[in-house]
């Protein structure tokens, strides 16, 4: 058992040594002037500040950064609230071909997302139009976009958890007189909240690290996400990687705030309902 813990100890230092490489690589890249990026020393031999602030000066990435916040956060709160409705009906009510549906949401997010990228194009441009106004290059597109995309996930991931929770609550609280919406609001939500929190921070990552569509359905500032900027570093002239690797350290400081909002509920939410039956 002695020998099992310590090489399951190493184990694990070692996975957190792969997993962090990357993240401190191109921490020290971005803090690297042109002249010694080529070095191959894994240290950080200067704290050279110039690429963070060329591109925190950057009125752009301010713009872009404002628009993957806007765009990753209404679509995980949309993508929860319809997820939790869907999988409300589907875990608690015998639908005609419930088990099918389910099924068929599941294969919609198993599709590549390149094979939706031309007949979206050509929706957003030709068909989505009213008037003036048009889904391409807009935030609201974006955010309608990923909701295709997510929430057949969501339901997945909250119905399971629905089904944890046992169904005696849901008849108690009719018995003393409670509608579908009292029991859905007052019973389902607060035991359904460390899933909730679960489904959030995976749709938010998904929508704020999302690069296809983005750079595709968005061509100017007001709607482009902080994930397409990364591009703009490159160009005919060569590849700008200090401030390439600083914008693309700053972009993850916004997950990792929000994943720490909800830290407590993760481990809850992802075994929430394991042990049923």
């Given at each position: 058992m002695r020998r099992s813990g310590i090489a399951s100890f190493v184990l694990w230092i070692c996975l957190t040594i792969l997993t962090l490489?990357?993240?401190?690589w191109m921490l020290i890249v971005s803090m690297r002037p042109r002249v010694k990026l080529y070095s191959k020393s894994f240290l950080i031999?200067?704290?050279?500040?110039?690429?963070?602030?060329?591109?925190?000066?950057?009125?752009?990435?301010?713009?872009?950064?404002?628009n993957s916040l806007i765009v990753a956060t209404s679509n995980a709160a949309l993508v929860?609230?319809?997820?939790?409705?869907?999988?409300?009906?589907?875990?608690?009510?015998?639908?005609?071909?419930?088990?099918?549906?389910?099924?068929?949401?599941?294969?919609?997010?198993?599709?590549?997302?390149?094979?939706?990228?031309?007949?979206l194009f050509l929706l957003f441009t030709k068909w989505f139009v009213f008037g003036?106004?048009?889904?391409?290059?807009?935030?609201?597109?974006?955010?309608?976009?990923?909701?295709?995309?997510?929430?057949?996930?969501?339901?997945?991931?909250?119905?399971?958890?629905?089904?944890?929770?046992?169904?005696?609550?849901?008849?108690?609280?009719?018995?003393?007189?409670?509608?579908t919406g009292q029991v859905l609001s007052n019973v389902i939500l607060p035991l359904a909240r460390p899933g909730l929190a679960v489904t959030?921070?995976?749709?938010?990552?998904?929508?704020?690290?999302?690069?296809?569509?983005?750079?595709?359905?968005?061509?100017?500032?007001?709607?482009?996400?902080?994930t397409t900027a990364l591009?703009?570093?490159?160009?005919?002239?060569?590849?700008n990687w200090g401030e390439m690797a600083a914008m693309a350290f700053l972009t993850t400081l916004p997950a990792l705030i929000v994943l720490g909002f909800v830290q407590k509920h993760i481990v809850t939410g992802l075994t929430f309902g394991a042990l049923k039956g």
């Open positions: 490489l990357p993240v401190w031999d200067d704290l050279y500040w110039d690429n963070f602030l060329a591109v925190l000066n950057s009125s752009s990435f301010l713009q872009y950064l404002w929860c609230a319809l997820g939790l409705l869907a999988a409300f009906g589907l875990s608690r009510y015998k639908i005609s071909g419930g088990d099918n549906v389910f099924f068929w949401l599941i294969t919609n997010r198993m599709a590549p997302p390149a094979v939706f990228l031309l007949p003036d106004f048009m889904l391409f290059d807009t935030k609201i597109g974006l955010i309608l976009l990923y909701c295709v995309f997510n929430l057949p996930f969501a339901i997945w991931l909250l119905k399971g958890m629905l089904d944890g929770i046992p169904l005696e609550l849901d008849e108690a609280a009719r018995v003393d007189g409670a509608t959030f921070i995976l749709t938010w990552i998904f929508a704020w690290n999302e690069y296809l569509f983005a750079a595709t359905l968005t061509s100017s500032a007001d709607a482009r996400t902080v591009a703009e570093y490159v160009s005919v002239t060569g590849t």
